[in-house]
Structure formats: C-alpha cells, structure tokens
C-alpha cells in the first residue's frame, strides 16, 4: 500500500485509524491486513469491486463484526470497547440498501433512531427537512419510492449531529437532482467539520468530491491518496482533444511527429492525442508552432475509473 | 445495561402489534373460544351454560396447550432473523445499544403484546362470568390467566432463541412449528411410550420430573392440582406427586423455561 497524500492537504488529526486489520471468515480472507487513516474533517471514499473488502471493513469500523486481527479507533477509543456508547453517538451510518420499517412514518421512524441515539427529537423536523422529506413526514414508508427511503435513511444517520459519518453506497436510488441535493449536504456537513467515509460503484461521482480514497481489492487496501495523486502514481496517459479544420488534421500529425505520443485519432471535428503525462508540455509546445490552426484545446486527465482499474486489475 | 435502549425496542415491538391489530384478533380468539366453552361445553351432555369454573378451565386448560404456545412460537419465531434477513439489524446494532438490549427489547415488546392479548382475551370472559363466581372461584380462573401468561412467554423465548439460530426465515419457521409439534403432540407420547414399552420398570419415578422439561406439562399441572373435581380427568397429571406440585415450585420451573432460552439466544446473538 502507497500513502501518497501531499502534506498540504492534510486537514487534521486522524479521526479513524486502522492498524493491520484482518477478518478471515475460515479460509477466505475477507480483509487482510489493512491500515487506514482517515483525518478529521475529511470527505474519504472507500472504493473497490464487490467483494474487496469495503463493506467488511465498514462493519468493522462501525462494531458491528469482530476483528480477526489488528486494531481499530474511532477518536482514540478501540472498536469494539467499553467506550462504545460514547463512539457511537458520535456516528451515523447509512448502510447499503438500507431498510426502515414500512409501518412508520417518516417521522415515527427518525423518532425511534433519535430515542435509540438517546438524541432529542425536537431537531426530526429540520433533518427531514434538510433532506427533501418534509412534506412526506406523516406518510408510511411503506408508501416511499426507494430514493424517498434512501433519504430517510441519510436523515436517520444525520441525526443527533454525528461527527463521523458512514455512507455505504448511499447514491442508490436517487435520481440526478437528489444525488445533486445529497452531495450538497455532504459540502455543508464538510464545512462543519464532520468526517465522512463514502463508498460508491459510480466512480464518476465521486472522483471530484472526495479529499482522499483508498482503493481495495483481494482484501487489502492497493493505494491511499488524492485522486491526483493517485493518477500521478499510476502515471496513465493523458488525452488531448485538438480542434482543428479537417483539413489540418494532417499538419497535427506532422507536429506531433517524433514526439513520445500514443495514439492519434481523428474524430468528429478535433484529433485525439494520448502522450505520456511527462510530454504533455512537448506537446504543447509542438501544438502551439501550427499558428492558429488549434482552435481549442482541452487536456483530459485519467478518470478515476482508469486509475482504479489500474491498481485493482 | 441501559434500560431506556430496552424501552424502546420493547415499545416499538409492542405497538407494531397494536397498530397492525394482532393483539385485536388474538383476544378476541381467546375471548370467542373461552365464553364457547365456557357456555357450550355442557353441549354434548344435553345442557348448555355455565356450569362450574373448574370444568369451564379444564376446557381451557385443553385448549390453550395447543393455541398459546403455537401463537408465541409464531409471534417469535422471525424476532431477530426477520431483521438479519430484511438488512435492517446492522443498522440497529450500529446504534448506542448492546446485542442484549436488542434482544431484551424485542423478547419484552412481544411478551408484551402477547401478556395484554391473553389477559384482555381471558379477563373480559372473566368480567362477565364474575357474576357467577365466589371469589375461591375467581381465584383460581385468575391463575389460570397467570399461568396461561407464564406459558406464552416460555415459549416465546423458546421462540426468541431459534430466531437467534436460524439461518434464514423459512428455516426459524420449520423449526417453530417442531417446536410446537415436540412439546404439544410428541413429548407426552414419548414418555408414556417408555412407560408402556418397560411396563414401568424403567422410568416410573423419573415421569414427574421429565414433565417438568415440557412447559407446555408444566402449564397443565399448574392449572390441574389445584383442583380436586378434574384431576382425575387427566392421566400424566394424576401420578404427578403433590411435593413437586406446589404453585411456587412450578412457577419457578416456567421462570427457568422463560429465563433459560433467553440466555443461550443472548449466548449465540454475542458470538
């Protein structure tokens, strides 16, 4: 594992810490010697194929499973342990596919939350407010559409302010406003110092909202870091898009001449590029001698996903 | 521990039932079945009435062996499985409350729910035989509503502890109803088969104490011994010596059957 993250980007003490954990389920090794940190006020993504781990390491984090080996603390004090009231009222969690109970209300259910959370429940109204619910409040949930209950479910581990926070896939079933809404809130709840640990399939999501991720595969945490430098790491290959006129797709390819580029491609209207990320000023360079025949430009760096299958794969 | 945890699992429990009208339809059974044979028992003798509350509870007695236990092991028998196999017990459990609490509220909220069916169902059949009944009378029909209590919640933690075991649903329900078939149909049948098959050479003093590992035996001596007109009505109860038939003694047997499975289900639900 390669911790990667630049100091500057350091936003505080770590908050979670994992230390050689290991959960062996007989012969599989469900996760298998992970370390972890995760700082304070940070937003954190947990990615990794099914069945790498993430969901094992999230019960454990949260005491809801034993740890085979290794440590875990959550603010200082170990998971599970006698202080584990304490650490879990400091916590929300919303698990994969959550499920309430259909019978209550929208309210009724964040009533219970709040009483098992030992939290008032004169904030429920504003939470669900908070979350697009309120005009469902006295509704069965029963009656919810899933993203209706996945916002439930996020304003059931808003409850009593919760410094960290726990998100297991929590994107499910919203549609592209209310995943809008939701990482809306997660910028508030960021700005208010709370931490948050996310996992997501939708790479795309949140590649450009996270602060740091850790990618798991086989049980084991495969690189830490920002995105950027997680892709700096794998040191994958840059496109260009070149606007040109089709009929300077040629003088491109000339320009590009004995330069280390990959591909070129000639697509609807502009040229593809692939170079390597340390030719990417030659490149400019050689672009810059065809006298205004780019008219625009634009480098694409590696998505998340290209960098994720490069260290999962 | 913290009581208030158990409270609110307890209190979730027992309104679901409310609200979904399970506690309406089980009293309004009990109540049904107990004014028939309160009133319709006599039938087959040419009479109909009211007669006396020792024969009216000897009825009961009969029925209620077959009917609490079956309505608590179905009441039960999902408690925690239902939640494993719905998704929704991690997040319980990820809440500030220890697996005990959990499982204390849910056996509480549903002993609950079952106690208040069994008594409104019984005790309304009570308010209105009351007119008809010396108070040594009412006396012993209110421990047969005790009792009838203690027997429901014993097998609701019988219940409580297979919803720990279980896998799955399909299989906590298979293993409620064997439960039920075991200690209603077949326990009985096995001890009186060892008797006739040694003709009582082997086993004989050991009978009274092997029905006390049956509940649903215990219920029965319970409500039997105390009455002298219908004890002979009944076989395995008759040799059950009067020392082991003290109320205290055969309380504190249906308390150990209550406290008992509940402790190895709070056992397995921490491993």
Not at chain 1, 208 to 215: H, K, P, Y
């Amino acid at each position: 594992m390669a911790d990667i993250s630049p100091a500057q980007n350091d936003p505080g003490a770590p908050v979670i810490v994992a230390r050689g954990v290991r959960k062996h389920y007989g012969p599989i090794h469900a996760v298998d010697g992970v370390d972890l940190e995760v700082r304070s006020g940070e937003l954190f993504g947990l990615i990794g194929h099914n069945g790498a781990g993430k969901s094992t390491m999230f019960k454990m984090m949260l005491g809801l499973i034993p740890l085979t080996a290794g440590e875990i603390r959550i603010d200082g004090a170990p998971v599970p342990g006698s202080d584990f009231r304490t650490v879990r009222r400091k916590v929300g969690y919303l698990p994969e596919n959550v499920v309430l109970y259909d019978n209550l209300t929208g309210t009724e259910t964040l009533d219970f939350f709040a009483r098992l959370k030992g939290v008032s429940t004169a904030n429920n109204a504003a939470v669900l407010e908070r979350v697009g619910l309120m005009h469902a409040a006295k509704r069965r949930v029963r009656e919810y559409s899933k993203g209706m209950r996945q916002r439930l479910g996020f304003a059931q581990a808003l409850l009593g302010k919760p410094r960290i926070l726990f998100l297991d896939e929590p994107t499910t079933g919203l549609d592209p406003e209310a995943i809008r809404g939701f990482y809306a809130i997660l910028r508030q709840l960021k700005s208010e110092g709370v931490t948050m640990v996310i996992t997501s399939h939708i790479l795309a999501e949140i590649q450009e909202r996270v602060d740091r991720l850790a990618i798991m595969a086989a049980g084991k945490v495969q690189a830490t870091g920002t995105v950027q430098a997680l892709r700096e790491q794998m040191d994958l290959p840059l496109w260009f898009d070149v606007r040109v006129a089709p009929e300077d797709f040629e003088a491109v390819r000339n320009a590009l001449g004995g330069l280390p580029v990959g591909a070129i491609e000639a697509r609807d209207g502009h040229v593809a590029v692939q170079c390597a990320r340390d030719a990417k000023m030659a490149v400019i360079a050689a672009l810059a001698t065809l006298n205004g025949k780019v008219r625009d430009l634009t480098v694409r760096e590696p998505s998340l996903e290209d960098v994720f299958f490069g260290f999962s794969d | 521990m913290e009581f208030s945890q158990i409270a609110t699992i307890a209190g979730k429990e027992f309104w679901d039932r409310i609200r979904n009208r399970w506690v309406l339809a089980v009293a309004l059974v009990f109540t049904v079945f107990a004014l028939s044979i309160a009133y319709f028992g006599s039938a087959q003798q040419g009479a109909v009435g009211f007669r006396s509350i020792e024969v009216t509870i000897a009825s009961l007695v009969s029925l209620v062996i077959y009917l609490i236990p079956l309505i608590a092991l179905v009441l039960g028998f999902d408690a925690i499985v239902g939640e494993r196999e719905r998704g929704s017990l991690d997040l319980l459990l990820s809440m500030p409350i220890t697996r005990l609490e959990l499982l204390l509220g849910k056996y509480l909220g549903l002993a609950g729910a079952l106690t208040f069916s069994t008594v409104a169902g019984f005790g309304l059949v009570g308010v209105v035989l009351s007119a008809q009944l010396d108070l040594g009378s009412l006396f012993h029909y209110f421990g047969f509503m005790l009792s009838s209590v203690l027997l429901g919640c014993a097998f609701l933690s019988i219940a409580v502890m297979l919803s720990v075991f279980a896998a799955d649903r399909t299989r906590a329900s298979g293993l409620a109803i064997a439960t039920w078939f075991f200690f209603v149909l077949i326990f009985d049948l096995l001890v009186l088969g060892v008797l006739v098959v040694t003709a009582g050479r082997w086993g004989g003093e050991a009978l009274p104490y092997a029905l006390l590992f049956n509940p649903a035996d215990v219920f029965r001596i319970l409500n039997i011994f105390s009455m002298e007109d219908v004890r002979t009505l009944y076989g395995l109860s008759t040799v059950f010596p009067p020392a082991l038939a003290r109320p205290w003694l055969l309380g504190l047997v249906m308390a150990a059957w209550i406290a008992g499975p509940l402790a190895i289900a709070t056992w397995r639900f921490r491993r």
